[in-house]
């Protein structure tokens, strides 16, 4: 396949380096057909993004802080003006404090708490609700989660939390933005090699465990995560909205770890 995306104009989000789940995404989306453009927070992670981008053949990137609303209003005013439209977009942006993802959750500082939630969670819906109006003819929302919404993850802590509201945010926003034709959905990859991935305490384990016991003894792959995405944007994806998909390999439905690795 090289034209499931042809014609279609989408936001990507989140892209840090060539092993982010963000750039996964975007390289399939870019085989497929579609026109890309990035977003990236500040010089340093632009001068990364760049060579990234232009490999796709994409020139629209915008220096995007989720944080201040001054910065993302600009984004969509230039989005606006180039594009018009838009089709699909991915979110794939998340924080926390990295020295409060070890010890206990029940020691999240209230800081820190509101400072997750806004950046993993109330970001979606804020791009969502911006996206949409550049949506007339309906389009495609993605984020990304993790087992750690619903099933207690060492390391994790106040993310799973944030997964957890945005998990929920996914399933009110498909209602919402329904009847204009426009689909809102998450996907779950398993534990991945990722800038994001590392900073979570016990990754290497936690990398190594879900290898061994997942069903099919693998963790996701990028390009997997990819191509998933690309078909939840595509026309092959317009009936499905409102869903948490799951690329883990099938970790998600184990009880318990397989019987050779207790």
């Not at 053949?57 to 003006?81: H, I, K």
Request: aromatic share 8%.
């Amino acid at each position: 396949m090289a034209d499931l995306m042809r014609g279609k104009r989408g936001l990507i989000m989140g892209v840090a380096n060539e092993r982010s789940i963000a750039w996964g995404i975007a390289q399939v989306m870019a085989a497929e057909g579609a026109e890309l453009a990035f977003t990236h927070q500040g010089e340093a992670f632009g001068k990364r993004l760049a060579p990234l981008a232009a490999s796709v053949g994409s020139e629209l990137m915008l220096d995007v802080d989720v944080t201040d609303d001054a910065s993302v209003d600009a984004a969509f005013e230039t989005l606006a003006a180039r594009w018009g439209s838009l089709d699909f977009l991915v979110h794939a942006i998340a924080y926390s404090d990295k020295a409060e993802l070890h010890g206990r959750f029940a020691d999240t500082t209230r800081a820190n708490f509101r400072t997750s939630l806004d950046i993993s969670c109330y970001s979606f819906i804020d791009m969502a609700r911006r996206a949409a109006a550049l949506m007339p003819q309906g389009g495609c929302l993605l984020t990304v989660t993790f087992q750690g919404s619903n099933r207690v993850t060492p390391f994790y802590n106040v993310m799973g939390v944030a997964k957890a509201a945005l998990e929920s945010s996914v399933r009110y926003l498909a209602n919402d933005l329904g009847p204009d034709g426009i689909r809102v959905n998450a996907l779950s990859p398993g534990p991945m090699k990722t800038l994001a991935g590392a900073a979570i305490g016990g990754a290497r384990k936690t990398y190594r465990h879900t290898e061994l016991n997942a069903p099919l003894r693998t963790n996701a792959a990028l390009d997997a995560v990819g191509g998933t995405a690309a078909w939840l944007a595509s026309d092959y994806g317009r009936h499905t909205t409102g869903e948490i998909v799951h690329v883990d390999g099938g970790y998600h439905v184990l009880g318990m770890p397989q019987a050779g690795s207790i």
